[in-house]
């Protein structure tokens, strides 16, 4: 059919979990808690991006993914080597796939839906990411913010994926679990998917999501009805 919507799916933390490296963080330092690490460093990873974009200036995220680590660590009172630091970062390139994602793309691919990534990520960082997880083959379309220099939630993020899938804005559905995405998206004019695998309250500001869905492979039921 050639008016289906394309589904534009967020990576980190939609497709890939960024809160699996606490295992690496909690061996790297030495029965620290990794898991706090992770968090913060996943939350000062986000704000650093939101800010950059508020004060028009940019940096690529795997630059924003350093400072946030650096903070991270730097709040548990850790300190490492630069060689260490570096592995921590390169794990961004292999987080491990959600387990509801594969089996979601895998009968969303086969329903006939052309799939995409739009990700605050630079191309090199979805790229590895894609690949190290098994998810590539699932994506033609891989966008990223870094060609239009802002990061989500901006509105110009969202305007030049449509423009890149060549499709109107109101044809696309992204596909989140970032309640910040979803709103961002739905500003800009898109439709909206957030997945809600916490069962946690959305954002207080914004448009409500088109669809809620406690897992990814719910998509392909929501979408039938």
């Given amino acids: 059919m050639t008016d289906r919507e394309v589904l534009a ?9 960024p809160i ?8 790297i330092l030495g029965g620290s808690d990794g898991a706090e ?12 991006s939101f800010r ?11 630059w924003v993914t350093s400072r946030a680590l650096d903070f991270a660590l730097s709040s548990t009172g ?14 961004y390139d292999h987080l491990p796939p959600f387990p509801d994602a594969v089996p979601a793309l ?22 590895n990411c894609l690949a190290n997880s098994g998810l590539g ?20 993020v969202y305007r030049h994926a449509a423009e890149r899938l060549a499709v109107p ?20 004019g898109m439709r909206t998917a957030w997945v809600n695998r916490s069962a946690a309250p959305f954002d207080t500001i914004g448009t409500q999501p088109d669809l809620t869905l406690p897992a990814l492979d719910r998509l392909p039921g929501a979408l039938r009805q």
Wanted: charged share 25%.
């Fill in 137 to 156: 083959e699932f994506f033609g379309q891989r966008i990223s913010a870094d060609e239009v220099r802002v990061f989500k939630p901006s509105p110009i």
């Fill in 37 to 48: 690490v992770a968090r913060l460093w996943r939350l000062k990873q986000l704000e650093y």
């Fill in 169 to 188: 804005i109101s044809r696309i559905r992204l596909v989140t679990c970032n309640a910040f995405d979803s709103v961002g998206a739905s500003a800009a």
């Fill in 78 to 91: 850790a300190g490492l080597p630069g060689d260490q630091t570096r592995r921590l970062i390169e794990l």
């Fill in 106 to 127: 895998r009968a969303l691919a086969g329903l006939g839906y052309e799939l995409a990534v739009l990700s605050n990520g630079s191309p090199a960082m979805i790229r």
């Fill in 9 to 17: 799916f967020d990576l980190y933390g939609t497709l890939v979990d």
């Fill in 20 to 27: 699996a490296v606490s295992s690496e963080l909690d061996q």
């Fill in 52 to 62: 950059l974009t508020a004060m028009g200036h940019y940096e690529d995220f795997r």
